[in-house]
């Protein structure tokens, strides 16, 4: 009989007896997984405005590209180099003239803050508003000074568009035949403004601009 009880008892022992848990096997270097992360494309999207007008074309580029808009001025040099890639837009203001342009904290921004960043090898893509009626040889003249001032820091301006559908006689933002952005006039073409901004947003895409 003690036999018998002394047999019971190892036997449950050994079937319902603490157990060593088998460590779950990890994933990473000791199972060749390695994780990753996907790097991300940072595009900055910066404006500066007079009347709204070009702050409005900033927000139409925003919705079609999902870049938040911000003005120009929040811009450090260390922001612009931290991108991948640039939008810029300014109004024109100040017709005619051969530098400070637009007649807004753009014109200073560009002497001031921009100089300070290397942007070489970066795609950057401008635009902006004018007046064509009233301003017909100094069409976006201002869009044409971004153009001068992001090419001498080593940018590539891309996005270029076709003058085809305006009615202006001159512009300063012309290159080669063609605007070096996108321009929108909302005094008197307001109405094609979102579709042009659409337009072209997809064309940056199709031009590898890094959304």
């Given at each position: 009989?003690?036999?018998?009880?002394?047999?019971?008892?190892?036997?449950?022992?050994?079937?319902f007896?603490?157990?060593t848990?088998?460590a779950a096997?990890r994933?990473?270097?000791?199972?060749g997984?390695?994780?990753?992360?996907?790097a991300t494309?940072k595009?900055?999207l910066?404006?500066?405005?007079m009347?709204?007008?070009?702050e409005?074309?900033a927000?139409?580029?925003?919705?079609?590209?999902g870049?938040?808009?911000s003005?120009?001025?929040?811009?450090?040099?260390a922001?612009?180099?931290a991108?991948d890639?640039?939008?810029?837009g300014?109004?024109?203001w100040?017709?005619?003239?051969?530098?400070?342009?637009?007649g807004?904290d753009m014109?200073d921004?560009?002497?001031?803050?921009?100089?300070?960043?290397?942007?070489?090898?970066k795609?950057v893509?401008?635009?902006?508003?004018?007046?064509?009626?009233?301003?017909?040889?100094?069409?976006?003249d201002a869009?044409?000074e971004?153009?001068?001032?992001?090419?001498?820091?080593?940018?590539?301006v891309?996005?270029?568009t076709?003058?085809?559908?305006?009615?202006?006689?001159?512009?300063?933002?012309?290159?080669?035949?063609?605007?070096?952005?996108?321009l929108c006039?909302?005094?008197?073409q307001?109405?094609?403004?979102e579709?042009?901004?659409?337009?072209?947003?997809?064309?940056?895409?199709?031009?590898?601009?890094?959304f």
């Open positions: 009989m003690a036999r018998l009880a002394l047999f019971i008892c190892f036997t449950l022992g050994a079937a007896g603490p157990r848990l088998r096997p994933r990473g270097a000791a199972t997984r390695v994780a990753r992360t996907a494309m595009v900055g910066y404006y500066s405005t009347s709204g007008n070009t409005r074309i927000g139409y580029i925003a919705d079609a590209s870049v938040a808009a003005p120009v001025a929040e811009a450090s040099s922001d612009l180099e991108c890639g640039l939008i810029v300014a109004p024109t100040n017709t005619g003239a051969d530098d400070m342009r637009s807004t014109d921004w560009l002497y001031s803050t921009l100089p300070d960043a290397d942007l070489t090898g795609k893509a401008l635009f902006g508003c004018g007046d064509q009626a009233g301003y017909s040889g100094n069409f976006c869009v044409g971004l153009y001068d001032c992001f090419s001498e820091r080593g940018a590539t891309v996005g270029f076709s003058q085809d559908g305006y009615e202006h006689y001159d512009s300063k933002a012309v290159r080669d035949d063609q605007f070096v952005g996108l006039d909302e005094q008197n307001m109405d094609m403004s579709a042009r901004t659409g337009d072209w947003v997809g064309q940056l895409k199709a031009e590898g601009f890094p």
